[in-house]
């Protein structure tokens, strides 16, 4: 008995909990500059929603539902990052990597690219991998960048596997290993990535880390020049080929 008015007074707790959260957003006042369904989104951002407040930072960042003002949007992400969110973290560094709306601070865009990296997101895994590798924002460190290509790679994200074919085959961070680089610009070049592309065609040509195969080589610096690569198309006029 007393097992069953627990779980009964739980439950009228509950109710009277979501009725006074819906009152609360009902009150919610909503700026007249925020449109259509961004307004509900605005309001359950207010109250701390996580996924509503990425919505308000995109709606501000590029004026869709909302006007187009950088301060805001910085303002809904930091919201979100506050929460420990990684996509918040990782647009935040974008911000100051590109300088949108704030001066342009390569050590904060660095920072906030590892604090997502930590969290798993492949996307600041290898941003801040290329930190470090051009020793941008942060001392430039090969290992260090190696070591969050690799996460990122792993998860099967194209311009990582690019970027471990490049440490492999320039020696940085690893030992130089041109079979090594070869199989991970396949893996990026395979999901469409051109500068991949373009290093495993000359790869092919060179013969490096691979049977010399002219055919193959051709066959991927034109994947490679349809995308508007112009080291590809570059070489394929040197060889009188099209693309």
Not at 60 to 80: H, M, N, R, T, V
Not at 149 to 175: I, R
Request: proline share 2%.
């Amino acid at each position: 008995m007393k097992q069953l008015i627990l779980k009964k007074a739980i439950l009228v707790i509950a109710i009277l909990m979501s009725m006074a959260c819906t009152a609360v957003a009902q009150e919610i006042v909503v700026p007249d500059e925020i449109t259509g369904e961004a307004r509900e989104f605005y309001k359950a951002a207010v109250m701390g929603d996580v996924e509503a407040q990425l919505v308000m930072g995109y709606c501000y960042k590029e004026g869709d539902g909302a006007p187009q003002i950088p301060s805001q949007s910085l303002f809904w992400y930091g919201k979100a990052a506050e929460q420990g969110n990684a996509i918040a973290l990782y647009n935040i560094a974008v911000f100051y990597d590109e300088g949108i709306g704030v001066p342009r601070d390569m050590r904060r865009a660095a920072n906030y690219y590892e604090r997502a990296a930590m969290k798993g997101d492949q996307y600041g895994q290898v941003s801040v991998g290329v930190c470090y590798f051009n020793g941008e924002g942060v001392q430039q460190d090969y290992k260090k960048a190696v070591k969050w290509f690799k996460k990122a790679a792993e998860q099967g994200y194209a311009p990582a596997q690019f970027w471990m074919g490049t440490c492999y085959d320039q020696g940085l961070g690893v030992n130089a290993d041109h079979k090594k680089a070869v199989e991970w610009y396949t893996k990026a070049a395979m999901q469409g990535d051109a500068q991949a592309q373009y290093n495993l065609g000359v790869s092919y040509l060179e013969g490096e880390g691979v049977a010399k195969d002219e055919a193959k080589g051709i066959l991927w610096l034109q994947k490679a020049a349809a995308q508007g690569d112009q080291d590809s198309r570059n070489v394929l006029s040197e060889m009188g080929m099209t693309w």
